[in-house]
T-cell receptor, first 117, second 116 residues
Framework: GAGVSQSPSNKVTEKGKDVELRCDPISGHTALYWYRQSLGQGLEFLIYFQGNSAPDKSGLPSDRFSAERTGGSVSTLTIQRTQQEDSAVYLC???????????????FGAGSRLTVL | AQSVSQHNHHVILSEAASLELGCNYSYGGTVNLFWYVQYPGQHLQLLLKYFSGDPLVKGIKGFEAEFIKSKFSFNLRKPSVQWSDTAEYFCAVTRFYGGATNKLIFGTGTLLAVQP
């Protein structure tokens, strides 16, 4: 597609429920990133995909967080047993170049705003 | 720990004032440097980047940034701001390991409000 698409744009859930957030990157972009944006915290790296594999998942905050990417395209970020501290905007980005180049320019989606009550 | 620091969290300026937003990073070695901007209600988008060469880089909308290696800094500047520059500005850095993954590390952002 023309840009990075994320869904849902807004999600309100109850503590303890599982949520899935979807990212559809720009067609042909091999690299895909998930970040979390919290008030006053900037952007926190979560996980990076190159193709379908995740060479760097060091930013996932706990084992309640997982992500997968299939077909080298769509990615899903899953948060199990959500907690109030999971409330944030989850941003997906893609780039044509892999992260190893260091010259990767990221194109961001609009984000999924998650509110855990 | 690797970090990117933006010293100004909230800046308020009048139109036509000059802008300088500070950014410092804590890595040694080769780095790539970026400024991203998020206008109200819009996606994060790239403002400018530095990979190599002339340390003074120009971006969109009249913004520029200067890489000063000795100071580990990449400050963003604009000589005369406009109301439409109201946005949140993020500095970001990747450290070039060569072969390893280089995730983009962001600062905490600077919220700029330009008053007409």
């Amino acid at each position: 597609g023309a840009g990075v698409s994320q869904s849902p744009s807004n999600k309100v859930t109850e503590k303890g429920k599982d949520v899935e957030l979807r990212c559809d990157p720009i067609s042909g972009h091999t690299a895909l990133y998930w970040y979390r944006q919290s008030l006053g915290q900037g952007l926190e790296f979560l996980i990076y995909f190159q193709g379908n594999s995740a060479p760097d998942k060091s930013g996932l905050p706990s084992d309640r967080f997982s992500a997968e990417r299939t077909g080298g395209s769509v990615s899903t970020l899953t948060i199990q047993r959500t907690q109030q501290e999971d409330s944030a905007v989850y941003l997906c980005a893609s780039s044509a170049q892999g992260a190893a180049s260091g010259a990767n320019v990221l194109t961001f989606g609009a984000g999924s705003r998650l509110t855990v009550l | 720990a690797q970090s990117v620091s933006q010293h100004n969290h909230h800046v308020i300026l009048s139109e036509a004032a000059s802008l300088e937003l500070g950014c410092n990073y804590s890595y040694g070695g080769t780095v790539n440097l970026f400024w991203y901007v998020q206008y109200p209600g819009q996606h994060l988008q790239l403002l400018l980047k530095y990979f190599s060469g002339d340390p003074l880089v120009k971006g969109i909308k009249g913004f520029e940034a200067e890489f000063i290696k000795s100071k580990f800094s990449f400050n963003l500047r604009k000589p005369s701001v406009q109301w439409s520059d109201t946005a949140e500005y993020f500095c970001a850095v990747t450290r070039f390991y060569g072969g390893a993954t280089n995730k983009l590390i962001f600062g905490t952002g600077t919220l700029l409000a330009v008053q007409p």
